[in-house]
């Protein structure tokens, strides 16, 4: 091949590289450029018969320059592609995340809410807050210190028996434990109150409470209370029947009432349990209230001067009362849940009616 049919076979070569549409073409190009018959390679070989070796010279470096022509414009080529390939396979493998969010109206994808316990401390959080009550939380493991011998509930004390209760094994035997009700929230205020004077006190405790019960439709070992606390100078047991009834309306309705009847906690004195009108038959009489139309719903009472000598607060000066009751009860009787149980087996079938 002379030299002017190799300079217009690198033309045609480099006019087909700028062609290529895919690396896959420049490889075939290329291979076919370094192929033993390819134009170049023959005008190489032929270079053996020029004799002059001034002119083989020069040729020889003809024919590389053509090469390197060739070589360099696939180079370039194949740089160009494979920045638009990448492009491409880019735009391809997105993720449109604007198209699933739109599509969520006609794609079945619902939003998840807060569980119906959670709800439920919230609307009670809301209701003690209307009426003045500062909401507070406490520590669920306990010493048996506050969470029984400050509630003058000493070691061996009979009234123990009413919470089974789960003890921690730190060591020593029967130190500490979950704590069986929000009652000890009850010292640890106290306490702080004595230590920066901050008597009075109009405080809702929420929280989370253990007691070694198998669960049934009624009891769970893991369930909720809220503890109220009061503490100020001239407080009655008429406050606090007036505290519990409005509590009970506030919350359940004003058609559902409250009344107390006597009982015994070792931290109160007197003490009562507070039943609110069954909220399934409005107080006609029904198999959940044993036909008498009240369900229990907690327990309250004067704050025993038991206590207020364990926390060193003068109970000639100051009077109080305390009451606590069950927020999963309170949302079993708000919403009519047969069996508690439903609240802790996640059926999400149950979770998604409230
Ligand atoms: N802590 C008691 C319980 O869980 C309920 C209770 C009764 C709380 C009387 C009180 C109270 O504050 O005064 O069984």
């Given at each position: 091949?002379?030299?002017?049919?190799?300079?217009?076979?690198?033309?045609?070569?480099?006019?087909?590289?700028?062609?290529?549409?895919h690396?896959?073409?420049?490889?075939?190009?290329?291979?076919?450029?370094?192929?033993?018959?390819?134009?170049?390679?023959?005008?190489?070989?032929?270079?053996?018969?020029?004799?002059?070796?001034?002119?083989?010279?020069?040729?020889?470096?003809?024919?590389?320059?053509?090469?390197?022509?060739i070589?360099?414009?696939?180079?370039?080529r194949?740089?160009?592609?494979?920045?638009?390939?990448?492009?491409?396979?880019?735009?391809?493998?997105?993720?449109?995340?604007?198209?699933?969010?739109s599509?969520?109206?006609?794609?079945?994808?619902?939003?998840?809410?807060?569980?119906?316990?959670?709800?439920?401390?919230?609307?009670?959080?809301?209701?003690?807050?209307?009426?003045?009550?500062?909401?507070k939380?406490?520590?669920?493991?306990?010493?048996?210190?506050?969470?029984?011998?400050?509630?003058?509930?000493?070691?061996?004390h009979?009234?123990?028996?009413?919470?089974?209760?789960?003890?921690?094994?730190?060591?020593?035997?029967?130190?500490?434990?979950?704590?069986?009700?929000?009652?000890?929230?009850?010292?640890?205020?106290?306490?702080?109150?004595?230590?920066?004077?901050?008597?009075?006190?109009?405080?809702a405790?929420?929280?989370?409470?253990?007691?070694?019960?198998?669960?049934?439709?009624r009891?769970?070992?893991?369930?909720?209370?809220?503890?109220?606390?009061?503490?100020?100078?001239?407080?009655?047991?008429?406050?606090?029947?007036?505290?519990?009834?409005?509590?009970?309306?506030?919350?359940?309705g004003?058609?559902?009432?409250?009344?107390?009847?006597?009982?015994?906690?070792?931290?109160?004195?007197?003490?009562?349990?507070?039943?609110?009108?069954?909220?399934?038959?409005?107080?006609?009489?029904?198999?959940?209230?044993?036909?008498?139309?009240?369900?229990?719903?907690?327990?309250?009472?004067?704050?025993?001067?038991?206590?207020?000598?364990?926390v060193?607060?003068?109970?000639?000066?100051?009077?109080?009362?305390?009451?606590g009751?069950?927020i999963?009860?309170?949302?079993?009787?708000?919403?009519?849940?047969?069996?508690?149980?439903?609240?802790?087996?996640n059926d999400?079938?149950?979770s998604?009616?409230?």
């Amino acid at each position: 091949m002379s030299e002017i049919d190799l300079q217009d076979h690198v033309d045609l070569v480099i006019a087909e590289v700028a062609r290529a549409e895919h690396s896959r073409d420049l490889d075939a190009i290329e291979s076919a450029h370094k192929a033993k018959n390819s134009p170049v390679l023959a005008a190489r070989r032929a270079l053996g018969a020029v004799t002059d070796e001034e002119q083989r010279r020069e040729l020889g470096r003809r024919i590389q320059g053509c090469s390197d022509a060739i070589t360099a414009a696939i180079a370039a080529r194949r740089e160009e592609l494979s920045a638009i390939e990448r492009e491409a396979s880019l735009a391809s493998d997105a993720l449109d995340l604007t198209e699933v969010l739109s599509s969520a109206g006609s794609f079945p994808s619902r939003r998840g809410h807060a569980h119906v316990v959670s709800k439920t401390r919230a609307s009670l959080e809301d209701v003690f807050v209307a009426m003045g009550f500062t909401i507070k939380e406490g520590p669920e493991v306990e010493t048996d210190w506050y969470n029984f011998e400050a509630l003058n509930l000493p070691p061996g004390h009979p009234a123990r028996d009413m919470y089974d209760t789960m003890y921690l094994d730190l060591g020593e035997a029967e130190t500490v434990l979950m704590r069986t009700h929000t009652s000890p929230m009850q010292i640890h205020l106290l306490e702080e109150a004595v230590a920066d004077q901050s008597l009075p006190l109009h405080v809702a405790i929420p929280g989370r409470c253990y007691r070694l019960d198998t669960p049934d439709a009624r009891h769970l070992p893991v369930f909720h209370q809220v503890e109220g606390l009061v503490v100020d100078k001239g407080i009655t047991f008429g406050d606090l029947a007036g505290v519990i009834e409005t509590f009970t309306a506030a919350y359940f309705g004003p058609d559902i009432h409250s009344r107390l009847r006597p009982a015994y906690f070792p931290f109160t004195e007197p003490s009562a349990e507070f039943e609110i009108t069954c909220t399934i038959c409005r107080g006609e009489g029904c198999r959940t209230c044993s036909k008498t139309g009240w369900i229990e719903l907690g327990g309250c009472g004067m704050i025993d001067p038991a206590v207020f000598d364990a926390v060193g607060i003068d109970a000639t000066e100051w009077s109080g009362f305390a009451f606590g009751f069950g927020i999963d009860r309170c949302a079993q009787m708000r919403h009519s849940i047969a069996d508690m149980r439903a609240l802790i087996e996640n059926d999400l079938r149950f979770s998604r009616q409230f």
